[in-house]
């Protein structure tokens, strides 16, 4: 893990991550902005080139297996985080957080999401090391995940019920209304929190609680902490962006959860079995990306169920309910 090529690795890592966040902050987003959607098109493209071409720097110094490896796990986690981007959207909505301010937000988000996932996946590979049965149970939760994923019924987000807005509201005095983009504010001598800090907390949490499902998932594809770390990286990076791009069509990919389900209980079986059959990432790779543009097809092509026309006896139309008009 800490031989030179990796340390080479290690360093144009951070450097491509710690430059790109401070041009960022200061060139492109100095100003509260709303993003719009061509912005956020090429902001995304931008982050999965620059993903695909760190990919092939793996390939170059550390060979095929690592690489295909890096490329498995910045999937699931992208995929993975569709789901994140529908709680940032219920979040905003929550909270009215005026579309100019939910950048600045993201952006302190991902910062935070980077330290934390750092800290996770540093500590999860070190355990893993040391307590390798610690797989099998990561394979049980994940196939645990994915069948709750497929049989839940979509239950609504409240935000106002979540630990860290409660915590955050009796932890901080929070002002009552919002002042522009700022976290805190400075009122008759008294630093307060505002609703705007009280968003932010609420999405770190989230995001972590999302990072409790993708990071074992990326275990059951590789246990090298460079691949885990740098994957899960890339993929998160690119979630401002995603989420812009997205917003406003998210709840067209009403399969995509299904598919996500099914990735997660592959993953599952593929760690609990992997001491008696060995399945090959170019494989894993190709299993996982072909359920998840299956889900996105299917998504496009087929009504959600509870859209689709139900029939009567036989066949037939089904009837209305009173043969009246409408109300």
Request: proline share 4%.
């Amino acid at each position: 893990m800490f031989d030179v090529v990796h340390l080479e690795l290690w360093a144009g890592f951070w450097a491509i991550i710690i430059a790109l966040l401070a041009l960022d902050l200061a060139v492109f987003n100095r100003h509260a902005h709303k993003v719009s959607i061509r912005a956020a098109a090429i902001w995304s493209a931008v982050w999965i080139g620059i993903s695909l071409l760190f990919c092939g720097g793996v390939w170059w110094l550390l060979g095929a297996e690592p690489a295909m490896q890096f490329l498995a796990g910045y999937l699931v986690e992208k995929s993975l985080s569709v789901d994140n981007l529908f709680v940032f959207l219920v979040i905003f909505t929550y909270f009215g957080v005026e579309a100019k301010y939910q950048h600045r937000v993201l952006y302190w988000g991902v910062l935070g999401a980077i330290i934390l996932r750092t800290l996770m996946i540093v500590a999860g590979a070190a355990l893993v090391a040391r307590f390798n049965w610690l797989l099998y149970i990561f394979g049980a939760f994940l196939i645990y995940t994915g069948v709750k994923l497929a049989v839940s019924k979509g239950e609504a987000v409240d935000p106002g019920k979540n630990l860290a807005v409660r915590v955050a509201r009796k932890l901080f005095s929070v002002t009552p209304q919002f002042h522009g983009e700022h976290f805190f504010v400075k009122l008759d001598g008294k630093r307060l929190a505002t609703p705007m800090f009280v968003v932010l907390v609420t999405v770190e949490l989230s995001d972590v609680m999302f990072a409790v499902d993708s990071i074992p998932a990326i275990f059951g594809i590789t246990q090298d902490a460079f691949i885990l770390l740098t994957s899960n990286i890339f993929a998160i990076m690119g979630l401002r962006a995603l989420y812009f791009l997205l917003a406003g069509i998210m709840d067209r990919f009403h399969y995509l959860k299904l598919g996500l389900s099914v990735v997660l209980a592959f993953i599952g079986v593929k760690m609990l079995i992997a001491e008696w059959v060995h399945i090959p990432t170019p494989v894993s790779l190709g299993i996982v990306f072909g359920i998840l543009t299956g889900a996105v097809l299917i998504s496009f092509l087929r009504k959600p169920p509870h859209l689709e026309p139900v029939p009567g006896k036989d066949g037939e139309p089904p009837a209305t309910s009173d043969g009246g008009g409408a109300d």
